[in-house]
């Protein structure tokens, strides 16, 4: 429908490029406007209501409406709105929540390094392993390697990062010196008659023979989400990490894990790192650390990364990096306070009992005529489906997609997985009304395509 003249959809139109988002077809169909939220549910203007089964872009643990971080925000805002973290200056909001993270690091970590978006976040990463190998006197060792259908963002290193074709065709990526490995989804990559077991260490051999085929002394770390998130939500097959951290530790190769989206809760504990016992250089952050109510990422780092950077600046010149936000005090406050109650909420421990009802229902869509599988973990999960009348990719989910979000869902699709991916303040029957839309609106779509 198009939009009505000096409407807020028309002037959507008339002025606001959007992010994945065809411009044409936008300016045919217009925005749908998000007028305010409240716990897992967000509201349009027209009065609508959503159950926001993404919350938000996987990022808004605590729901829509929580007063205690606008009310932090505005502490803040009234006290020091903003001071800088360069040449030495600082502040209490990111000194006490770069102590914060720290403490809360499940392996050891040095320093907590503070970003804006989780794109920015390995891109410094990047920049810091670099600097590093720098430091060490190898600066040969400067490839990175990923992995196919991995996301790490859309920034220049961060879009070379992320394994996705969508993200490289027509921006002339990746950029040199960065390579994808073998995307760990057992269904869709395993060979014929290949157990499972088998998948998962050919996994980890297909990543040492690119290392040897590379040099392994030209290869600085590899970037990983604990879960695969925007790929497809691809969870590891048993083994997988415990096949391939061994290769990283042979080869002397830095291990970055990208927790931007499972970070703080979302697989069941705290960190995705803990869940399938990883032991990483460097974690990046982002998404659940603020609820997404402000913007703000950050990295951890270990002394094997800190120990080098640190001794050597004054040889190889000062870390020339940081951006005008890096620990914004209001983002640090809010972002503070969104962990004090992720604690006193004991949020973790929620998910770890909402999970099973989530996986039920998870599973039971995947059990629909249409579906191909279902995957998830923690409270994270999509279903795949596939038609035979709707070939392309992608054609299914998105009708799939509309069917909810007329029904009052947010879901998102990934070519023709949706995925799940609800505030973790979410209740057991809330997760049976998500669930329930989602699978009225896939037997709206089954009985429209017979
Ligand atoms: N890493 C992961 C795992 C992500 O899911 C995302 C965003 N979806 C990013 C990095 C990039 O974060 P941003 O959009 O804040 O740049």
């Not at 990096?321 to 890096?326: F, K, L, R, V």
Request: hydrophobic share 40%.
């Amino acid at each position: 429908m198009k939009p009505l003249p000096n409407s807020i959809e028309a002037r959507d139109v008339a002025y606001h490029l959007h992010s994945y988002t065809d411009a044409r077809k936008h300016e045919e169909a217009g925005p749908l406007i998000m007028e305010r939220g409240e716990g897992i549910h967000v509201y349009d203007n027209n009065g609508k209501r959503y159950i926001e089964g993404m919350a938000g872009l996987w990022s808004v643990a605590l729901g829509f409406g929580e007063k205690r971080l606008a009310d932090a925000a505005m502490r803040q805002m009234e006290k020091l709105p903003y001071y800088h973290t360069f040449t030495h200056k600082g502040h209490g909001p990111s000194a006490e929540l770069a102590e914060k993270l720290v403490s809360m690091a499940p392996v050891p970590m040095s320093k907590a390094y503070f970003t804006n978006s989780g794109s920015e976040a390995n891109d410094t990463a990047i920049k810091l392993i670099w600097y590093r190998s720098n430091a060490l006197d190898q600066p040969q060792r400067k490839k990175i390697i990923s992995r196919v259908k991995g996301y790490h963002g859309v920034t220049l290193a961060a879009a070379s990062l992320t394994g996705l074709p969508n993200n490289h065709r027509s921006f002339d990526l990746p950029m040199d010196g960065v390579l994808h490995t073998t995307c760990p989804h057992y269904r869709t990559m395993k060979k014929d008659g290949e157990s499972e077991a088998d998948f998962a260490s050919r996994c980890a051999a297909d990543l040492e023979e690119m290392i040897v085929r590379e040099g392994p002394e030209t290869i600085a770390a590899f970037f990983a989400e604990p879960v695969m998130g925007a790929g497809g939500v691809i969870v590891p097959p048993q083994g997988y990490w415990e096949a391939v951290q061994p290769v990283l530790k042979k080869h002397g190769i830095l291990f970055v894990a990208d927790e931007v989206i499972c970070g703080f809760g979302r697989t069941g504990r705290m960190f995705g790192t803990e869940t399938f016992n990883l032991e990483p250089d460097i974690m990046t952050l982002s998404k659940q650390l603020s609820s997404s109510y402000m913007p703000i990422s950050a990295l951890l780092v270990n002394e094997n990364v800190y120990g080098p950077v640190a001794d050597e600046s004054a040889r190889i010149g000062v870390w020339g990096h940081g951006y005008t936000g890096s620990g914004h005090p209001v983002a640090a406050a809010v972002a503070l306070e969104n962990l004090k109650i992720i604690e006193e909420r004991d949020l973790v421990a929620h998910v770890q009992a909402i999970s099973p009802r989530f996986m039920e229902r998870l599973n039971q869509l995947g059990a629909h005529g249409l579906a191909v599988e279902a995957r998830g973990i923690g409270l994270i999960g999509a279903v795949e489906f596939a038609h035979e009348s709707l070939p392309n990719a992608g054609a299914l989910g998105g009708r799939i997609n509309k069917a909810m979000q007329e029904r009052g869902l947010i879901s998102r699709n990934m070519g023709d997985a949706l995925a799940f991916c609800p505030p973790l303040i979410i209740l057991e029957k809330q997760v049976d009304e998500m669930f329930d839309l989602a699978e009225a609106a896939v037997a709206d779509v089954a009985g429209e395509i017979g």
